[in-house]
């Protein structure tokens, strides 16, 4: 899904673009990641518009995304696993995104495909 919606997001910037000036080949890490953000913020918008988020300490980070600040927000890891991105526990996209980890691991079990994701959302 995230891969489809970077593709597409090439295909827009190319279609706009000189035949010249287009980029071709593989998709680049930037590409991936920028298309990821764009579903997260779709999926947030779509359900934290208001006072759902309850009684959480949210922020903005510099993306654009909801993030939570935790009680381990002091250690010295990396921002993205002290600060996750708020995310709809059953929501569809999520449950996709898992599914798309899920197979990047080979079909890791639970524990690390848990980890993995507690270190990127």
């Known amino acids: 899904m995230t891969r489809n919606t970077a593709w597409i997001f090439r295909f827009y910037k190319n279609a706009k673009t000189q035949k010249k000036e287009r980029k071709g080949g593989t998709l680049d890490l930037e590409e991936v990641e ?7 913020k779709q999926v947030q918008s779509q359900c934290f518009s208001g006072n759902e988020k309850l009684n959480l ?4 980070d510099s993306d654009g995304l ?4 935790t009680k381990i927000s002091q250690r010295s890891d990396l921002p993205t696993f ?11 996209v999520i449950g996709k995104l898992i599914f798309e980890k899920h197979v990047e691991l080979s079909h890791a079990g639970i524990q690390i495909l848990m ?6 959302y």
């Open 66 to 69: 909801l993030r939570v600040k």
């Open 82 to 92: 002290r600060f996750p991105i708020l995310l709809p526990s059953k929501h569809a």
């Open 34 to 40: 920028a298309a990821e953000k764009f579903i997260l």
């Open 57 to 60: 300490q949210t922020f903005l």
């Open 115 to 120: 980890s993995s994701l507690r270190e990127n």
